[in-house]
C-alpha cells in the first residue's frame, strides 16, 4: 500500500516543503530510504523502527520504500522522521485513511518514541503555511515556536503514540505550552553602561551615530584606551527591532538552531567571534548537503564586533567587503547554494600597530607596521563610515551619559529616520543610495561647498564621499535639523580619519 505525508526541510534559513512517500509490498523484508537524505537521515531507519516497536504498533516485516519527494534536493537533519514513521503507519494501515490528507508532521524521533524539538521548526511551519498546509504536528517543544507563524493550527504531540490516538479521535491534542519563564539571551551583559566610560566625548557620539544609523565603526588605539569597553557596550544603546525585523532574526536564530522560548527576537543580535575564526565561520559555508550560517547571518538586523581586527586573516577580512556592499552573501557550492541575508553593522578595534604603541613610544620597526597595515586593506577601510583614533581618557575626565539616556537619543534619530524612509526599500541613512542622497540628506549651499572642499583637500572618492555625506545625515537628526549644516559635514568628516 502507498502512502504520502507532507512536512518540510531547512534550507539555508528558509524551509521548503517535502512530501514523504511510504510504500509497503510484498517481498522480503527491506527499507530503502531514496531522495537524497543526509547521514542522519540515512540513519533514521533504526530510530524510526524503534519508535514504532516501543509504541506497541507493529513494524511491517515487509519490503518498505521511502522516497523524500522533490528527489532532486538535498535533504538535511532528522524533523522528517516523524512523518516517515507516520508513513509507514499510514502505508501498513494502522492510521486512519485520511487522517493526515490536511495535515504535516515535523519532528524527530527517540527510541521510546518521543518527539523531540527540531532546528528550524520556525521556518518549517512557515513554508509549510505557504504550501496550503491547515495543520501540523509538531512536538510540544516546538508548539510555541511554530505557533508564531499565522495561518496553520498547530497540533503538539509527545510520542509517536500520541499521533496515533489522536488520529484516531481517542485523544485530545495536546495544548501549547506557556512562553518559558526563562531569561532570553539578549547578546549584552546589562551590567555594562555606557555612563562607566570617562571621556572620550568623539567616540561616544560616533558609537552613537552607529546605533543610530546604521554606520560602521572602526576604533583604533593602544592598549587601555578603551576601545573594546565601548564597543562591548554598544548593545546598550541600540533600540529594540520592529515586528518585521524581530521576525527576520527571529527566523536565522530558528534555522541557526539556536533555542527559542517562543517569542520574536526584539533585541538585536551581538556577534563577536574570535579573530581565529574561518572564513565559513565567519562568512558562511557548507557542504553538498547542507549551508552553514555564518557570523554575518547571525549578525543580520544586528552587530558584528570584530576586537582585534588586525589579527584575523586578511582573506577571511576581504571576504567582508561584498557583504558589507550589498547586505548579502552568497553561499555556492558543487551542490548547493543559497542568498542569506548580512544586514549587519561592523563595530571593530584594532592596534595602531603590533605593539599596540603610537608615536616616540612604538618599539616596531617599518617592516613590523607595513606587514601589520597591509592586514587591512584599502578597500575594507574604505567601507567604514566611521574611523577614530581613541587615546584614553585623562585623569581628569568625568562620566558621560549612561546607556538609557544615550539610547532615548538614539531613539529619536532612529524615529525621524522611520518616518523620512517610510515609503522606501531602506530604512537608515547608511543604506541610502548615492542616486538619492541629494533627496533624503539635502544641505545648505554652504555645507555643500565644504563637503566638496574636504573631499578634493583629502582626496576622498565617490564612496568616502557618500559616507561622509550620510554620517552627517546622521548627526542631523541627533539636532532635529532637516538640512546638513556645515558644522555636522566638519564633524562627519573629523570622525573619519586615516587611523591605520
Known sequence: MLAAVRSAAVHGIDGYPVIVEVHVGAGLPAYD??????AAGRESRERVRAAIMSTGLEWPMKRITVNLAPAVLRKAGTGLEAAIACGVLAASEQLPEGALATTAVIGELGLDGTLRHVPG????????????????????????EASLVRGIEVLPAQSLGDIVLCLSGEMCWADIPPVADIPTEVGFDDALDLGEVRGLEVARLALAAAAAGGHHLLLVGPPGAGKTMLAKRFPSII???????????TRIASAHGQASCGELVHQPPFRAPHHSASAAALIG??????????????????????????????CVL?????????RT??????????????????????????????????????????????????????????????????????????????????????????????????QRNADIPQ???????PMTPQASSTLADIAEVRGLSGRGVARVWRVARTLADFDGSELIDVAQ???????RDEVI
Open 489 to 495: 559635514i566638519d564633524t562627519a568628516a573629523t570622525m
Open 285 to 314: 559555508g557548507g557542504t553538498n548537503a547542507r549551508v552553514r550560517i555564518g557570523e554575518i547571518t547571525l549578525a543580520h538586523k544586528g552587530v558584528l564586533f570584530l576586537d582585534e581586527l588586525g589579527e584575523f586573516s586578511p
Open 435 to 441: 542616486r538619492w542622497l541629494d533627496r533624503f540628506a
Open 121 to 144: 521548526t520556525l521556518v518549517i511551519a512557515d513554508a509549510l503555511a505557504r504550501d496550503g498546509v491547515d495543520r501540523v504536528i509538531v512536538p510540544v517543544a516546538s508548539a510555541r
Open 329 to 426: 552573501v552568497h553561499i555556492s557550492r558543487a551542490g548547493v547554494s543559497a542568498r542569506l541575508p548580512a544586514d549587519f553593522t561592523l563595530i571593530a578595534c584594532c592596534n595602531p600597530c603590533p605593539c599596540g604603541l603610537t608615536g616616540d613610544d612604538c618599539r616596531c620597526n617599518e617592516v613590523q607596521r607595513t606587514r601589520y597595515r597591509r592586514r587591512l586593506s584599502g578597500p575594507l577601510l574604505d567601507r567604514f563610515d566611521l574611523r577614530l583614533m581613541v587615546e584614553g581618557p585623562s585623569a581628569t575626565d568625568t562620566r558621560g551619559a549612561s546607556s538609557a539616556e544615550t539610547r532615548e537619543f538614539v531613539q529619536h534619530a532612529v524615529d525621524r529616520q522611520r518616518a523620512r524612509f517610510c515609503d522606501t526599500p531602506f
Open 33 to 38: 530510504l531514496v531522495g537524497l537524505p543526509d
Open 239 to 249: 533600540p529594540p527591532l520592529v515586528h518585521d525585523a524581530a521576525l527576520e532574526v
Open 318 to 326: 576581504d571576504g567582508l567587503r561584498q557583504p558589507l556592499e550589498d
